[in-house]
């Protein structure tokens, strides 16, 4: 039973060309994150929504964006990829911010 | 200072071996703390939260040390199925989760 969904796991994308990932859960919690990950590094937080409030990390760049529609879906928008956001994009959902994130399989993107 | 450090490792131990791990955080606020395994080219699932008092869990302890900050993690009578990266997280509150790059396990037969 899977309860973090991702889409696509794998997505080649052209320099420049915008690109939406996708997540959706089916545990009914509050929040929602988006990781950035790169080889042999830790995962980066990029932001989280509680509900519908948004937090986006100081760091992350203008070039991400996030949408959550609904409850169970949320969408990683990157406007312009560069070579360096080539990574593996993991979702994850916890029921509130100090307990355990279960994540998705992630998507890995590949830019060239 | 990195927020997080871990040894990178690798580690490399053959099957049965004991194998610590350690973990030191720099934000003496941090609230809770976790012990999640992720296996090469998957997502992270949390092995284990780490208490004051410390916790078990059949192989696997974990241990934290506020005095000092540093949390650790044993895993005794290691298995192959044992191989991932560990990594290190802690909640410092405000929704802020912060991961550590991980420790390479290799459990050879």
């Known amino acids: 039973d899977a309860m973090v969904i991702q889409n696509p796991r794998y997505q080649v994308t052209q320099f420049g060309k915008p690109v939406t990932l996708s997540c959706s859960q089916t545990l009914n919690h509050n929040v929602m994150y988006w990781y950035q990950q790169k080889s042999s590094q830790a995962p980066k937080l990029l932001f989280h929504y509680y509900d519908k409030d948004f937090n986006n990390e100081a760091d992350t760049p203008d070039n991400f964006q996030s949408r959550r529609p609904n409850t169970s879906f949320c969408f990683l928008d990157i406007r312009s990829p560069g070579l360096g956001d080539a990574a593996m994009y993991l979702c994850?959902?916890?029921?509130?911010?100090?307990?355990?994130?279960?994540f998705g399989p992630g998507t890995r993107l590949t830019v060239t | 200072r990195k927020e997080v450090e871990q040894d990178p490792g690798p580690f490399n131990v053959p099957e049965g071996a004991t194998v610590a791990f350690n973990c030191t955080y720099s934000n003496s606020a941090s609230q809770s703390f976790f012990w999640y395994r992720q296996d090469c080219r998957k997502e992270p699932k949390l092995l284990m939260s780490?208490?004051?008092s410390g916790n078990e869990d059949g192989r696997f302890t974990a241990q934290l040390n506020r005095a000092s900050q540093y949390i650790s993690l044993l895993i005794r009578d290691s298995k192959l199925s044992d191989s991932a990266t560990y990594l290190c997280v802690l909640y410092t509150g405000g929704f802020k989760t912060i991961f550590g790059a991980g420790t390479r396990l290799f459990v050879k037969a």
């Open positions: 994850a959902t916890s029921r509130e911010g100090d307990s355990e994130q279960y």
């Open positions: 780490v208490y004051s």
